[in-house]
């Protein structure tokens, strides 16, 4: 049996070219196995946000050309584990390292129904040794496409809690910055610009608030390819009094100490890791009843139907109306947020790993 001072040898693979949840997950995971002392590379597009965060944190960066050169690599430097981080990752996990004396894992990250499920099935069940799932909503969806239940490990995504809350300074600051003042009850959205995240709900919503909420504000941070279709730009316009769009932020941490309340109108969410990480800032969540958010939000914030403007609305009125429990909930966000340490997503995967290593045989003949 290996023990946990055993040093692993982990390439990860990822072909994103902009950086959302998923990239900020490998990275969080990716520092704490290095602080454990395991040994990666991080195979991903030279020119994307995770190569160059990556390499800012002085971690390996292997830009992502050739299967040939990353299977030799595998081949060479005798790695222990293959870990794909998206679908596309998956395959190329595959062909790089088919037949080596490696062990394949593949993180599923997306709650929607697949649209081949056959393929799905066989992807997760035959290419891979191990799959780990997000939430259990995503779990559901794997085992609905006929990925067997023990070939699947749910691990969810934590966040790294902050050690303090930002103090009354550090907020004025960070509304001034946006052009807040103290009386404005400023709501919070990052993510990337995508039909599921539901960002036309969140602008469609605060469009309903002026008549009860005058001084509700919109901050709605992210960049992506709905950001620039013309109903969002025909949406932004007509709130372009109450909403800002001002781009990808690199740090979020000026942006929750701006907000009084976060909202995740998502029309589908495998977990929601803006929303967890919201929540360990000490600021409640709105989010839509789908995927794995009722599982981040449990008895902290507020649960509404995806794609209806009008509850949000509502949410949105009823959160700002009572501020005694508008606190309280804060700190029982953080609380549960506590719950969800990156510590501990670090700890489960490791264990992951070593437990497949010890595996006798290989349970994915990719066949």
Not at 163 to 178: F, G, I, M, S, Y
Not at 213 to 221: D, K
Not at 326 to 353: D, N, P
Request: aromatic share 6%; charged share 20%; glycine share 6%.
């Amino acid at each position: 049996m290996l023990g946990a001072s055993f040093i692993l040898k982990i390439a990860h693979i990822d072909t994103a070219k902009d950086f959302r949840g998923g990239q900020d997950l490998l990275l969080s995971l990716a520092r704490g196995l290095h602080q454990r002392g395991h040994r990666q590379i991080i195979a991903c597009p030279e020119v994307s946000p995770l190569a160059r965060r990556a390499a800012a944190e002085q971690l390996d960066v292997m830009p992502l050309e050739t299967i040939g050169q990353l299977r030799a690599r595998i081949r060479e430097e005798q790695f222990d584990i293959v870990h794909a981080h998206d679908s596309k990752a998956q395959t190329i996990s595959l062909r790089a390292s088919i037949g080596l004396a490696v062990r394949r894992v593949a993180s599923r990250q997306v709650a929607f129904t697949p649209r081949h499920p056959l393929i799905h099935r066989w992807k997760y069940s035959r290419t891979c040794h191990r799959v780990i799932a997000n939430s259990q909503s995503v779990r559901q969806v794997l085992i609905a496409a006929g990925v067997p239940d023990t070939h699947i490990e749910v691990i969810l995504p934590g966040v790294e809690i902050p050690k303090e809350l930002p103090n009354a300074d550090t907020r004025a600051k960070a509304r001034a910055h946006w052009g807040y003042s103290t009386g404005d009850f400023v709501i919070g959205h990052a993510a990337a610009f995508t039909h599921e995240k539901g960002q036309d709900v969140a602008l469609r919503a605060v469009l309903l608030l002026p008549s009860e909420l005058p001084r509700a504000r919109l901050l709605l941070a992210g960049d992506g390819p709905e950001r620039t279709q013309p109903s969002m730009l025909d949406l932004a316009r007509q709130a372009s009094g109450i909403a800002q769009l001002p781009g990808f932020i690199e740090d979020l941490a000026e942006f929750y100490a701006a907000i009084d309340l976060y909202i995740m109108p998502s029309r589908s969410e495998a977990w929601g890791l803006t929303a967890l990480r919201a929540m360990a800032f000490g600021i409640p969540v709105i989010a839509s009843n789908v995927g794995g958010l009722p599982e981040v939000v449990a008895q902290t914030g507020w649960l509404v139907p995806p794609e209806s403007p009008e509850a949000l609305a509502q949410a949105i009125v009823d959160a700002a109306s009572d501020p005694a429990r508008l606190c309280e909930f804060g700190r029982r966000a953080r609380q549960r947020a506590s719950q969800f340490s990156i510590e501990r997503t670090v700890e489960q995967t490791e264990r992951l790993y070593l437990r497949l290593l010890a595996a006798p045989t290989s349970p994915a003949p990719a066949t």
